[in-house]
């Protein structure tokens, strides 16, 4: 499996390098304080969910599906490889994040505690996002499932603006977060990667359905 997940990070690397030299980019917006360091992290796990379907699309070109699933390994496990690739990635983001989250708290004295409950949602995001797509990668192909990707990551968003403007969801409630404590409203937030977590274990079963019963 190790072999695996090198050969997504091999594939990608050419992509990896140029998003790293955007989160440097953004680093130093975020250091100036040019962008928000909410819109920098969100956007940044949105352009690391489209890795995978990209990992996907390469697979597919280079006919590599149907010879990872002959392996001795198993289908299991070459699934698992791709999921322990998100795993990873997700990892990255979030070590950036914190990173970002102490030098923007000690040079700029920004409020930490917005800052680690963004990083706790975005995670939450670059999780679910993937544990929706995967499956549908292995069930449809990468470029069949692309506009799905689409659907999840827009729909939701224009949804949620149509509701706010039309005032049906109500944002005072969020001011009663203010009487709690610090670690009460993150300890609380830990709660939502966690679900990301477990929706990613799921989704790696149907994943395995999927493949166990398609032809190669």
Same mark, same amino acid.
Request: aromatic share 10%; with cysteine.
């Given at each position: 499996?190790?072999?695996? /997940?090198?050969? +997504?990070?091999?594939? /990608? ?19 100036? +304080? ?5 819109? !920098? ?7 690391? /969910?489209?890795? $995978? ?11 590599? +599906? ?5 392996? $001795? ?41 917005? /800052? ?30 692309? $506009? ?7 729909? $939701?968003?224009? &949804? ?8 049906? !969801? +109500?944002? =005072? ?5 203010? &009487? ?26 149907? =994943? ?9």
């Amino acid at each position: 499996m190790t072999g695996l /997940m090198t050969k +997504d990070f091999l594939v /990608m690397r050419n992509g990896l390098k140029s998003y790293l030299l955007i989160m440097v980019l953004y680093a130093v917006m975020a250091w100036l +304080d040019i962008l928000n360091f909410g819109f !920098i992290i969100t956007f940044i796990q949105v352009m690391l /969910m489209v890795l $995978p379907i990209t990992a996907f699309s390469y697979d597919e070109l280079a006919k590599w +599906d149907r010879y990872a699933m002959s392996l $001795p390994l198993g289908r299991g496990k070459v699934v698992g490889a791709r999921y322990l690739f998100v795993l990873a990635l997700t990892l990255c983001t979030t070590a950036l994040g914190l990173g970002g989250t102490a030098m923007l708290t000690l040079v700029h004295k920004a409020d930490a505690v917005e /800052m680690l409950l963004t990083l706790e949602v975005s995670t939450t995001i670059g999780l679910l996002v993937p544990a929706i797509m995967l499956p549908l990668c292995y069930k449809l192909g990468a470029e069949r499932a692309r $506009p799905y990707l689409y659907a999840i990551i827009f729909i $939701p968003t224009i &949804a949620f603006v149509l509701l706010a403007k039309a005032e049906i !969801i +109500d944002f =005072s409630s969020l001011s009663r977060l203010e &009487a709690l404590s610090p670690s009460a409203i993150l300890g609380g937030g830990v709660l939502l990667p966690a679900a990301g977590l477990a929706a990613l274990a799921v989704s790696y079963l149907i =994943s395995c359905r999927v493949t166990a019963g398609k032809e190669y």
